[in-house]
């Protein structure tokens, strides 16, 4: 069965940093690498949404909300997807989830707090 783990949130204050990892395993894990994997984010009574997304041919949208704060890559093994955040701001506290076609992971907390 295919999963998608997230890793690497927690509190972090204003202007702190964080990196998530999403990582695959699974009867198709040798094919993330070829895939376009997003990261999405829900805070608590809103929908989720598409934060960062990276093509199957490694091209990288960023939504403007967080342009120049975020950035998504993969390793070079192709079975891991990063989020890089830094400049973290209140506003970036969700859950973060990580999706690539047909899967969601589990998801991630990242809370901005003094």
């Known amino acids: 069965q295919v999963q998608l783990v997230e890793s690497g949130g927690g509190l972090v204050q204003p202007g702190g940093s964080l990196r998530l990892s999403c990582k695959t395993s699974?009867?198709?894990?040798?094919?993330?690498?070829?895939?376009?994997v997003g990261w999405y984010r829900q805070a608590p009574g809103r929908e989720r949404v598409l934060v960062a997304q990276?093509?199957?041919?490694?091209?990288?949208t960023i939504v403007d909300s967080v342009k120049g704060r975020f950035t998504i890559s993969r390793d070079i093994g192709g079975k891991e997807v990063y989020l890089q955040m830094s400049n973290l701001r209140p506003e970036d506290t969700a859950l973060y989830y990580c999706?690539?076609?047909?899967?969601w992971g589990q998801g991630t907390q990242v809370t901005v707090a003094s």
């Open positions: 699974g009867p198709s894990d040798s094919v993330f690498k070829f895939l376009t």
């Open positions: 990276i093509s199957n041919s490694d091209v990288a």
């Open positions: 999706w690539r076609p047909g899967f």
